[in-house]
C-alpha cells in the first residue's frame, strides 16, 4: 500500500488525523486544499466566489490526478473530492483510502463558524442532507471506514492497524 487518502465530510478530522497519523508513520502529509489554493493563488471562499464551484471541482480533479506521482504520503482531501468518480478512479489501487466516519453533529460543531462555502449556501438541515447522502458514497468509494469521533490519535491508531494488517495479509 502507497499513500493514505484520507476522505470524508467536512469537520470529521482529515487535517489534524492526517498530520498525526503522518507524524506516527513518518510519513510526508499533504493537505489537497492547501495546495489548490497554493497552485491557484487564491483562497477556497475567493475561488468559489470568483470562478464558481464548478471551476473548484475540475482544479479538484487536477489535484487528485496529481496523487499518482506522489509516494508514501498521507492525504487529507476535500469533504467532495471522493463523492466524484472521476476522482476516486483517478486514485491508484495501490493507495489505502480511509473514510472518517465522524457523526454529523461533531462534524458540524466544527464548521458551523467557518468560512467554507458549503456552510454559508446551505442551511444546517441541508448540510444534514448533504451529510446524509455522502455517507453512503464515501463508504461504497473507501476501502476502509474508521469511526472518527474518537480523538486523533486513537483514530489514528486504528488505521496504522488496518494497514498493518491488510499489509500482513496481502
Ligand atoms: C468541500 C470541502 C472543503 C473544501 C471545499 C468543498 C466539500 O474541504 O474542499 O470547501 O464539498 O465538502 P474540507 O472537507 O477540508 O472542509
Do not use: W
Amino acid at each position: 500500500m502507497n499513500n493514505i487518502i484520507l476522505c470524508g465530510f467536512m469537520g470529521c478530522g482529515k487535517t489534524t488525523v492526517g498530520k498525526v497519523l503522518a507524524r506516527m508513520l513518518a510519513m510526508e502529509y499533504i493537505d489537497l486544499d492547501t495546495e489548490i489554493q497554493q497552485d491557484a493563488g487564491l483562497t477556497i471562499p475567493d475561488i468559489f466566489a470568483q470562478y464558481g464551484e464548478a471551476h473548484f471541482r475540475d482544479l479538484e480533479h487536477v489535484a487528485v490526478k496529481g496523487l499518482a506521482k506522489r509516494i508514501s504520503c498521507v492525504v487529507s482531501t476535500g469533504g467532495g473530492a471522493m463523492t466524484f468518480e472521476r476522482n476516486t478512479t483517478a486514485i491508484s489501487p495501490h493507495d489505502m483510502t480511509v473514510f472518517l466516519d465522524a457523526s454529523f453533529e461533531t462534524c458540524y460543531e466544527r464548521i458551523r463558524e467557518s468560512d467554507r462555502p458549503l456552510i454559508h449556501n446551505n442551511t444546517p438541515q441541508q448540510l444534514a442532507e448533504l451529510f446524509e447522502r455522502r455517507r453512503v458514497i464515501y463508504r461504497a468509494a473507501c476501502a476502509f471506514t474508521v469511526d472518527g469521533d474518537p480523538p486523533a490519535e486513537e483514530v489514528s491508531r486504528e488505521i496504522i492497524r488496518l494497514r498493518e494488517h491488510a499489509l500482513t495479509h496481502k
